[in-house]
């Protein structure tokens, strides 16, 4: 009877319960029948796929770059209080945000409502360039400014947001383009405590201008009457009167609110797979999990046990669900407890802070007690001592200390972190000491980022009970704890060893040294983690840091804070710290605006960037699915030779949703398995019988959804076989070896500059066969390739393209389907980031989607997934550099010989373009003869293809790594060899013959002198070496660099049209990629049709002009975008259209002035010129003359600061000058300086593209290719744009911008270099055999943390206590 009453109970329990989510978005409501959803879904799936808020983007899916933040706001209804904070939607589960509120970017504001002020300002200082980054940005920056204002509203018009925490506020998103600076500054611009003269260039501000002034000019910000209200009321009420909750039983999804309910429910779940969820972040890390089904999800968050947090004498306990944000502002509120304020510090470092927000510490600690996954959060808690609870369904309640539970098999799935505890500890007093014992606890990381957002090469955390011993004349090791973790071990890692040995030591030299002998037995990585000499000298590193201030021989100054019991523990002798000054980000700008042919030349505001802000703008994926649409993926290749035997799933089971795999087999009869065509040869869609490199695409897998699509194209499984074929080629010596070259065509071919073998007789000095090599770079655009085709009638097919080449990807679809290009049309409205990547690698993807959709007859697009686009496109081309040069005794060069062996990969792509790029950068300096020859391998391996400044980077580069060369060997100082050899004007033609132009736009040696004076270069020289002579451990180094890059213009149609109203299309077949191509193609249409003087402004006309999507049936014979030239050439061409439009309405204008006698207005004209039925539409094309090749020129100082124990490098200052000729627009051109600088940063100083055996791409996330964040720019990053005569061959006496400045990157590197020189020389000062360390060495590039840390010496600490210890000895 009993029973019958509670299964009654229950059965009316499950009536009464929950059986939807409701939750809303941007205001709007949403309620979704729980057993509709797939509890698998992620918050930016339904967002894109099921609403109309398509502002956020998809950039990685990882949680790592910021693409597809939102704000999530949560209402306590108790408290009557709401949290707002931002979360990545790629990692958090749609079902999580029951009862919750979300917030994008176009729920801020938008151009229907009117945009936000963060919208406007962004838009303002030139924030934003592809845009594909900027709604993600947006959102961080509002939630920093709402959570800033929260508690007291800002009552000037600033925010209570302070410049330091603005900084901070977008650090964990990644842009590609901007190169961050002018998103730093349009966030300050809210400061409270903001200094205006601190912005950069913007639309709002001059220099010098009073506060009160500008802020009645800033896009208003008020914070009381304009909050968007981010949880709507009817939200409040509805979880005011919704007591009911979801039956645990009934649906995948369950959310119990006890232990024991969750204990209830995984017992009746026996056999069932159940997915324990907190935060999900960790499926950014484990993305395999993302994949997996689970039979049920259960949300382990809403359980109070596990979100408590207790704070009192015996310590702070945090229930496992607590957010890592939450945890550091806990420990941050206990302001006694040092230790607990150094937890939150290095809390801070973790992940980024829209993952803190909702990843918790319990998951944190699961995934590394499970998985062994890297965490920061395990080696400081274990130093600290920590303890957990755990619940298992077999003991119940348990407790140990995390050092234990780390060490235990991992937990089963059924069982439960409850809550971890950081005790309350306090030193004893020991017998014998004169003094109370002393509690150290210090915590370390070493990251490619410092700031976070990367995993650490090594993490540490120390705590030590220390005490003064008069009698043993110095500071006593009572106890240690010595935790490392992160370096490739499977849990963090007490070195008891040398804790043992340390106990009950006086901290000395000697002691240090034998400990550090220790400890370098104990912390070996496991084989196969990378840079492991490089970890286990961090630990060496970081047990120095901490104990080297308490040696004996700083024992009388060490007494003396032991004495005042709190100081900070300082280091080497009390005096030097690690770390660079925090420096804010600051900069300046020297910008002319020329008003000579306005609107052009003025700084005007981007077309779109309000829109891009709010996240409006369309981009391929944003356009809503055709009806019946297909998704597919690709399936590549993991070997470099093999036989393709069969193409299966796993298990032989076709996975949920699949609907074919296209192969070579499908391409129709009359049709090519062609997946390029443009360049130099055609290119394979997909490998036939055999696949010639790892990554080459094999077949493309349709299925319903693109998430189908991706998990089923994981679960294919290839059969190879590499019966009777070669070995592969994979390097170039093998390239070599075999003569597996590409031919390059003559006129690509390099020349020989003067006699080699004379100028090689009158060298004084000869350095022969010197080697430099580089490896690749991936685009890491923010938006990855994607394409939509949709098939129309008569087998035609209309494709969306994310395409620089919309042209070529037409040619190929043509081809590819055997139809005539007419029955094809590719239109292209903005790209996400191009950087080459989108010229030859965007056409397999939609010849692809248009081969599918043919065959189908449905429509069917892709976005390829960051892992797959790394592994299948490329990048830049490796290659490897042998050089003689001779040179006098004064470093004037006077011959260099250079063999460059290219690593093309598989196919030429636009490989044979690349020898004339290299040679025409290196052509800076006046080598007096060059002889230069460049090998085009073809190995087995993707094809290489356009990066940003191909060739020319690399070119430029190789120039400085000779004259460092000499500098060193002629111990001169290499800035006096670079001016020695700059060239004359004379020699400039010589090099470079036609392309030198006139004598006076050689402006690079005005520049040269112009950089001093701009930047004090020669008096910071004098600082520098001053600095190096006073430290240690922190190194400086200071270069400046010249470029010289020469462009070709290409030609490109326009067209101009005017509408009956008046208003202005523009189309041109240049795409906008964030170059800005839109903005300066509109500012030369007002200018063009303003010629017609009509009164009305060409300020007005700017109003009344759209440019639009590229059409390739609408406008044939368009050209590439890429090469820097693209903006001149269709400014140009629009220029010309405008000629005709002007030419055509002078005789309509002057027959209106005739009849009224008064002015005409613009809009009367063209009413009149329609009834008079004139064409109002000119297209053209713009033909390059044979001037249409010209030198760039640029130049850059760099100072950095390295610390030598770590490798850690602090860029300090940039300071750049460019000619931009007459710019067409400086805020454009700054944006696209800066931003070229950065990339090229991440080339000289970050980005690893590496690959395995085979040649397949293994640094293939977020979490393994580190491009520049806001924490790794130069602290102070100053650009004037010289505002150079008149260049009569050029557009408007305008030059190019796109990718010159990326080669100035390398004064980072040379900067990076003489401050590593200082450290090797230091080192030999101690080192009396001076074995080991020379000052004639090549730093390799990207000159990561590990390759500095490498140069400086991997074992400088032992070198230096040796060193102390022998100084000791003779005195
Ligand atoms: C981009 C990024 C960068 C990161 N960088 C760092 C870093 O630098 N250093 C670092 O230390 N960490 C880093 N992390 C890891 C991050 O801290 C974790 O992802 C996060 O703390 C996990 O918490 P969660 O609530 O999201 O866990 P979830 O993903 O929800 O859970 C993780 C796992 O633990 C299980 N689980 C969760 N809670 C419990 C519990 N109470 N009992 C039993 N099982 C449980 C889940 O079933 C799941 O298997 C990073 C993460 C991301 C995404
Ligand atoms: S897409 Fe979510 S963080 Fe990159
Ligand atoms: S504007 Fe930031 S990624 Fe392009």
């Not at 590819?816 to 980031?833: A, D, F, K, W, Y």
């Not at 800005?1076 to 017609?1092: D, E, N, P, R, S």
Request: glycine share 8%; proline share 4%.
């Amino acid at each position: 009877m009993g029973e019958k009453v509670i299964e009654e109970d229950k059965e009316e329990a499950m009536k009464s319960s929950k059986t939807s989510l409701v939750f809303a978005i941007n205001g709007q409501r949403f309620e979704l029948e729980l057993s509709s959803i797939d509890p698998s879904t992620t918050l930016v799936d339904f967002l894109r796929n099921k609403t109309p808020f398509k502002s956020v983007k998809l950039g990685c899916g990882e949680g790592g770059c910021g693409a597809c933040v939102v704000l999530l706001s949560k209402y306590d209804p108790l408290l009557e209080k709401v949290d707002d904070f931002t979360i990545s939607s790629c990692l958090t589960l749609l079902c999580s945000i029951d009862g919750c509120s979300i917030t994008t970017s176009d729920g801020l504001g938008n151009s229907r409502v009117g945009f936000h002020a963060v919208h406007e300002r962004i838009a303002g200082f030139h924030a934003t360039q592809c845009g594909f980054c900027t709604p993600g940005m947006s959102v961080s920056m509002f939630s920093a400014l709402l959570n800033a204002d929260k508690s007291h509203p800002p009552s000037s018009g600033f925010s209570n947001l302070t410049a330091a925490e603005a900084e901070k506020a977008v650090s964990g998103n990644l842009c590609r383009c901007t190169g961050y600076r002018p998103l730093v500054d349009a966030c300050k611009s809210f400061a409270s405590d903001v200094d205006i003269e601190d912005l950069g260039y913007n639309s709002f501000c001059k220099k010098g201008e009073n506060r009160d002034v500008v802020l009645g000019r800033l896009p208003c910000y008020d914070h009381a009457s304009s909050q968007v209200c981010t949880f709507p009321e009817f939200l409040k009420n509805e979880i005011k009167n919704d007591i009911m909750s979801l039956d645990s039983r009934k649906y995948r999804w369950s959310s119990p609110v006890s232990v024991s309910e969750l204990q209830e429910l995984l017992e009746a779940e026996n056999g069932v797979s159940v997915k324990l969820v907190a935060g999900n972040t960790s499926t950014g890390y484990y993305k395999e999990e993302k994949e997996r089904k689970y039979e049920r999800f259960v949300d382990i968050r809403r359980i109070p046990e596990l979100t408590m947090v207790r704070s009192d004498e015996k310590g702070v306990e945090l229930g496992a669900c607590v957010t890592i944000s939450k945890a550091i502002e806990v420990l941050r509120e206990e302001e006694n407890v040092p230790m607990l304020a150094k937890i939150a510090t290095h809390m801070e470092k973790i992940a980024n802070r829209f993952v803190r927000n909702t990843g918790t510490i319990g998951g944190n600690v699961m995934m590394a007690q499970r998985k062994q996954f890297p965490s920061d959060l395990t080696t400081i808690l274990v130093a600290a001592r920590a303890t957990v609870k755990i619940m298992t369904s077999s003991s119940g309640q348990e407790q140990f200390t995390l050092e234990e539970f780390l060490q235990q098999p991992p937990l089963d799935a059924k069982s439960l972190l409850l809550s971890l505890e950081i005790p309350s500890w306090r030193p004893a007093k020991k017998n014998g000491s004169s003094l109370d014992t002393i509690l150290l606890f210090e915590t370390y990381r070493a990251a490619p980022r410092p700031r976070g957002n990367a995993l650490a090469f090594l993490n540490a955390a120390f705590s030590a009970e220390v005490s003064s011993s008069e009698a043993l004349d110095g500071i006593v090791v009572n106890d240690c704890q010595l935790v490392f973790g992160a370096y490739g071990t499977k849990h963090a890692h007490r070195a008891k060893k040398v804790e043992d040995f340390l106990t009950g030591k006086v901290i000395s030299d000697e002691v240090l040294i034998e400990a550090i002998g220790l400890l370098k037995d104990e912390i070996v990585p496991d084989k196969g983690t990378s840079n492991p000499e490089y970890r286990s000298s961090l630990a060496v590193t970081f047990l120095f840091e901490f104990f080297g201030s308490l040696t004996q021989t700083n024992a009388k100054t060490t007494n003396g804070w032991l004495n005042g019991g709190c100081k900070e523990i300082g280091f080497d002798q009390n005096v030097e710290s690690l770390k660079p000054e925090e420096a804010m980000l600051s900069s300046a700008q020297q910008i002319v605006e020329n008003q000579e042919h306005s609107p052009v030349g003025k700084g005007i505001k981007k077309a779109g960037a309000c829109l891009q802000a709010s996240g409006e703008a369309v981009y391929v994926d944003d356009i809503p699915a055709p009806e019946n649409c297909l998704y597919g993926a690709f399936i590549y290749s993991t070997m470099p030779l093999a036989w393709i035997k069969g193409i299966r799933f796993k298990q032989n089971r076709v996975p949920e949703g699949v609907l074919g795999i296209i192969t070579y087999r499908d391409i129709p009869k009359d049709g090519k398995n062609i997946g390029t065509n443009g360049f130099f040869t055609s290119d394979l869609l997909f490998a036939e019988e055999i696949t010639h490199c790892a990554g080459q695409i094999i077949a493309f897998l349709v299925a319903d959804s693109q998430k189908h699509a991706d998990i089923a194209a994981n679960l294919v499984e290839i059969d190879y076989d590499t019966k009777d074929l070669e070995q592969p080629i994979l390097t170039l010596e093998e390239a070599v070896e075999k003569s597996s070259f590409f031919e390059v065509p003559p006129p690509l071919r390099c020349y020989p500059v003067g006699d080699i073998t004379k100028g090689m007789d009158e060298a004084e000095h000869k350095i022969l066969g010197s080697k430099i090599s580089f490896g690749s770079q991936y685009f890491f655009y923010m938006e990855t390739q994607t394409a939509l085709a949709v098939p129309d009638e008569d087998n035609c097919m209309v494709v969306y393209s994310s395409s620089q080449t919309p042209e070529f990807v037409h040619q190929t679809i043509a081809g590819c389907l055997g139809v005539p290009e007419h029955n094809v049309r590719v239109i292209t409205r903005r790209v996400g980031g191009g950087f080459g990547g989108k010229a030859v690698k965007s056409m397999p993807v939609a010849a692809a989607c248009a081969l599918a959709a043919s065959k189908m007859q449905r429509p069917v697009r892709t976005y390829v997934n960051r892992k797959t686009d790394m592994i299948t496109t490329g990048g830049r081309h490796p290659m490897k550099v042998t050089y003689s040069v001779g040179f006098k005794s004064n470093g004037k060069i006077t011959a260099l010989d250079i063999e460059v062996l290219l690593d093309a990969g598989l196919t030429e792509d636009i490989s044979p373009l690349m020898p004339k790029g290299i040679q025409g950068a290196l052509m800076k300096y006046d080598w007096g003869a060059l002889s230069f020859n460049v090998k085009v391998c073809k190995t087995n391996t993707v094809s290489r293809t356009a990066v940003r400044a191909p060739g020319d980077v690399q070119g430029s580069y190789i120039g400085e790594a000779i004259i460092e060369k000499v500098a060193s060997y002629l111990s001169i100082d290499v800035d006096e060899i670079r001016k020695i050899n700059l060239h004359t004007y004379e020699s400039l033609r010589l090099f470079h013959s036609g392309k030198a132009g006139e004598c006076s736009e050689y402006t690079l040696p005005l520049l040269w002198d112009k950089i001093d004076e701009f930047s004090g270069f020669n008096q910071r020289r004098k600082v520098v070496e001053d600095f190096n002579a006073s430290n240690k451990w922190r190194k400086r180094g200071i270069s400046r660099v010249p470029a010289v890059y020469a462009v070709n213009m290409r030609s490109t149609p326009g067209r101009v049209s005017v509408l009956s109203d008046g208003s202005i299309v523009v189309e041109i077949q240049g795409i906008e990629i964030g170059q800005g191509l839109w903005t300066k193609v509109k500012q030369m249409a007002a200018y063009g049709l303003g010629l017609i003087q009509c009164g009305t402004t060409s300020d007005e006309l700017l109003k009344k002009i759209r440019v639009i999507q590229s059409d390739t049936l609408s406008m044939v014979q368009g050209s590439i975008t890429g090469g820097s030239t693209t903006s001149e050439a269709s400014s140009e061409a629009v220029r010309i259209c405008c000629d005709g439009l002007v030419e055509r309405l002078l005789p309509v204008k002057t027959a209106l002035v005739e009849q009224t006698g008064g002015p005409v207005t613009w809009d009367n004209l063209i009413s009149q010129a329609y009834r008079q039925s004139i064409n109002m539409s000119v297209s053209s094309k713009y033909m390059p003359d044979s001037t249409g090749q010209y030198l760039n020129y640029g130049i850059a100082a760099s100072e950095v600061e390295i610390n030598v124990l770590t490798g850690e490098t602090t860029i300090l200052r940039t300071d750049i000058i460019y000619d931009c000729g007459k710019s067409l627009n400086p805020a454009v051109d700054l944006g696209q300086i800066e931003g070229a600088f950065v990339q090229g940063l991440g080339f000289f100083m970050l980005e690893e593209f590496l690959m395995n055996s085979d040649g397949l791409v293994v640094t293939d996330s977020t979490w393994t290719y580190k491009i520049p964040t806001v924490d790794t720019i130069p602290r102070q990053f100053n650009v004037e744009i010289l505002n150079s005569g008149q260049h009569k061959n050029r557009v408007l006496s305008s030059k190019a911008s796109g990718e010159p400045p990326l080669l100035l990157a390398a004064s980072v590197h040379c900067a990076v270099r003489a401050a590593v020189k200082e450290a090797r020389k230091q080192i030999l000062t101690w080192n009396s055999n001076q074995q080991g360390t020379d000052l004639y060495f090549e730093l390799p590039v990207p000159a990561t943390m590990p390759v500095v840390k490498e140069f400086c010496g991997l074992d400088v600490v032992e070198k230096y206590l040796e060193w102390k210890i022998k100084q000791r000895k003779n005195v």
